[in-house]
């Protein structure tokens, strides 16, 4: 392991991390994070997409503002201090990661200070809990930089009891780790893109008619400046209606009905819906059968949302942004096309 001078969340050491491949894109390249595909982090890498600032996530400001005081609760319980430095991987320079803590014995200490929801379901889940097979791909990655055999994943909360859970070695996965990693930041110096995920990324249109769409797209984007005209002046028709229709039923008195020049106006009591969800519970209580559960469970479908850029003007649009190639391909050897990753 190579240590590095850096101090954690200044400019040089985001710069550091952008030029490899940091613990928290592991579970990204490994397919394993939900919220992120490779794809998008290849797009950010490469400088086609801006990363979002987590800074402004409130529960991301709160973490590392209890950090150092989560670090000093695991210390004094297994009395190891934990240093939080940089490094990187001696055999694989590109792998490299910022520890929350770093113990004597060359264990990887990291911290997740998690919303209250998140924490208890890892205090009653333990490793089965969704937090925990998330980040534990952080703490593999952190191991292999450093080579330790385990590593420690350490939730703490200000309110509720820490849970301290282990991450062993696990010498198959860590190879699969390191191949990947080392292909996809070959990928990001190359230009070249990783497969697009058809469940999660967009569509790349160098998979379909491009000319196609774009004209189809012309034509709906006129279309909804219609509908919206339309929505409006329906919106506008029915708040009229509505008000003479309450200036008429203020004159029907205590009359319930009312026919008379082509209006005809009936009023009737309803009886209030019923709350089945709210039923169930106070019959059953909170712990409904799975079972019971899937009984009455409808049978899903595929919703479709459109969204239209009404204002998109085709003209000043600005023409689609390059990748950042760090590696040009060498003089003997052919550029890949950029399409060619998005077909394996």
């Known amino acids: 392991m190579k240590v590095v001078d850096l101090e954690q969340r200044t400019d040089d050491w985001q710069v550091w991390r952008r030029d490899g491949v940091s613990a ?7 397919g ?29 400001r709160r973490g590392k503002k209890f950090e150092p005081i989560a670090l000093q609760a695991f210390e ?6 934990g240093l939080p430095i940089c490094a990187e991987s001696d055999e694989y320079p590109l792998i490299r990661a910022s520890f929350d803590g770093l113990l004597a014995d060359g264990s990887p200490v990291e911290i997740k200070n998690l919303a209250e929801t998140n924490h208890l379901q890892v205090l009653e889940l333990r490793e089965k809990s969704p937090a925990y097979q998330l980040y534990r791909w952080q703490v593999m990655h952190q191991m292999i930089v450093c080579g330790a055999q385990r590593g420690y994943l350490w939730f703490w909360s200000p309110k509720h009891e820490p849970l301290c859970l282990v991450v062993d070695r696990d010498d198959i996965l860590f190879h699969r780790i390191v191949d990947d990693e080392r292909s996809f930041w070959q990928m990001v110096e190359e230009g070249t893109p990783p497969a697009a995920d058809p469940m999660r990324d967009n569509l790349p249109m160098e998979m379909c008619d491009e000319q196609a769409w774009k004209e189809l797209a012309e ?4 279309i ?29 008195g205590q009359y319930l009905r009312a026919d008379a020049y082509g209006v005809r106006i009936t009023q009737y ?10 039923l169930a519970l106070d019959a059953m209580g909170d712990n409904i059968p799975a079972a019971l559960l899937d009984k009455h469970q409808k049978e899903g479908r595929v919703s479709t949302r459109v969204t239209v850029d009404t204002n998109f003007q085709e003209q000043v649009n600005k023409p689609k942004p390059m990748p950042r190639v760090r590696k040009p391909a060498k ?7 950029m399409a060619a990753g998005f077909w394996f």
């Open 24 to 30: 928290t894109s592991c579970a990204i390249i490994m």
């Open 32 to 60: 394993a994070n939900p919220d992120k595909t490779k794809l998008q982090l290849w797009r950010e890498l490469v400088g086609l997409d801006t990363p979002p600032d987590l800074s402004v996530i409130p529960q991301v």
């Open 76 to 81: 004094d319980k297994y009395g190891q201090l």
């Open 219 to 222: 034509k709906r984007r006129k």
């Open 224 to 252: 909804e400046v219609d509908i919206l005209a339309a929505k409006a002046r329906l919106k506008e028709l029915n708040d009229i209606s509505s008000d003479l229709e309450s200036q008429l039923k203020g004159m029907m």
């Open 269 to 278: 009591a309803v009886d209030g819906g019923t709350d089945w969800q709210a």
């Open 331 to 337: 003089a003997d050897q052919e550029p890949l096309p």
